[in-house]
């Protein structure tokens, strides 16, 4: 089992940044990877950044150039840096660990832009 916790979430400007966090704890050793989805009301739930156990990234083209995820492996602990906001990047979003034997999911920070 692994649990996560996100924090960071909140109301910014167009323009502005914030960070988002989700810290891992449990079978952290089985994780493969981790990522950051979001889900805006009345659509689905889409990949925004992931990184895996090796550092190796990757990110929706929706948010390339404005978004770095990193990790902190003594902290166990996963950062979206978000930064260039924009009205469309409001949704709620999700912290995802992938294992072996299955995927867990945090329980979701709402990030609001207004314009």
């Known amino acids: 089992q692994v649990q996560l916790v996100e924090s960071g979430g909140g109301l910014v400007q167009a323009g502005g940044s914030l960070r988002l966090s989700c810290a891992a704890s449990g079978s952290i050793f089985r994780i493969a990877r981790m990522g950051w989805y979001r889900q805006a009301p009345g659509k689905q739930r889409e990949l925004v950044a992931l990184?895996?156990?090796?550092?190796?990234?990757n990110y929706a083209d929706s948010v390339k150039g404005r978004f770095t995820i990193s990790r902190d492996n003594a902290k166990n602990t996963v950062y979206l840096q978000m930064n260039s906001l924009k009205p469309e990047d409001t949704a709620v979003y999700y912290c995802?660990?992938?294992?072996?034997?299955?995927?867990?999911w945090g329980q979701g920070t709402q990030v609001t832009v207004s314009s």
């Open positions: 995802n660990a992938f294992t072996v034997s299955g995927q867990y």
């Open positions: 990184i895996t156990s090796g550092g190796v990234t």
